[in-house]
T-cell receptor, first 114, second 113 residues
Framework: AQSVTQPDIHITVSEGASLELRCNYS??????LFWYVQSPGQGLQLLLK??????LVQGIKGFEAEFKRSQSSFNLRKPSVHWSDAAEYFC????????????FGQGTELSVKP | DAGVIQSPRHEVTEMGQEVTLRCKPI?????LFWYRQTMMRGLELLIY????????DSGMPEDRFSAKMPNASFSTLKIQPSEPRDSAVYFC???????????FGSGTRLTVV
């Protein structure tokens, strides 16, 4: 069955430090992969997506993610975190043979220390 | 574009009452999804539509839940009768084609007391 695992429930980083959020997926075919961000009381906003091609994808707000097929991973990175990045981050796999429906991980809550 | 519009933003109702959540997708999008978010279960897909037709409702918890999409610009999710365990944030999302990711609405926070 398809699934997404985000091993870290909560991460705290200092402002200006680098960030890496982990995501592992289980899917029998080449996946569509996504990262979303959710601020408190808000809906989810798409940060970036991977379909094919270059395994390093750039997104909004200075985020990037790297697809590693051998590790079934799609980790999100940012070189320097800003206080406004504090939010919850969701990784998702898109099932293109099932209407593109997304299976989400449980999310990682990011806190940023001043 | 105004994005995906959901109403109401907040709903408080008593157990046993009927609740109707509304969604207006982005114009031109052909897929519409209803998700539920809770602390315990995270984001769960309830049902999705393609060109107004329900395709997969396997995530609908039970017969108390029903969803309709009478036209391309409107969908409803109804709970009747509501129960306290239905308390959650309900999101509507729409997309153009498959594999493009979704645009989410701001959600409806439902509290059943």
């Amino acid at each position: 069955a398809q699934s997404v695992t985000q091993p870290d429930i909560h991460i705290t980083v200092s402002e200006g430090a680098s960030l890496e959020l982990r995501c592992n997926y289980s899917y029998g075919a080449t996946p569509y992969l996504f990262w979303y961000v959710q601020s408190p009381g808000q809906g989810l906003q798409l940060l970036l997506k991977y379909f094919s091609g270059d395994t390093l994808v750039q997104g909004i707000k200075g985020f990037e993610a790297e697809f590693k097929r051998s590790q079934s991973s799609f980790n999100l990175r940012k070189p320097s975190v800003h206080w406004s990045d504090a939010a919850e981050y969701f990784c998702a796999v898109g099932l293109y043979n099932q209407g593109g429906k997304l299976i989400f991980g449980q999310g990682t809550e990011l806190s940023v220390k001043p | 574009d105004a994005g995906v519009i959901q109403s109401p933003r907040h709903e408080v109702t008593e157990m046993g009452q009927e609740v109707t959540l509304r969604c207006k997708p982005i114009s031109g999008h052909d897929y519409l999804f209803w998700y539920r978010q809770t602390m315990m279960r995270g984001l769960e897909l309830l049902i999705y539509f393609n060109n107004n037709v329900p395709i997969d409702d396997s995530g609908m918890p039970e017969d108390r839940f029903s969803a309709k999409m009478p036209n391309a610009s409107f969908s409803t999710l109804k709970i009747q009768p509501s129960e306290p365990r239905d308390s959650a944030v309900y999101f509507c999302a729409s997309s153009l084609g498959t594999g493009n990711g979704y645009t989410f609405g701001s959600g409806t926070r439902l509290t059943v007391v």
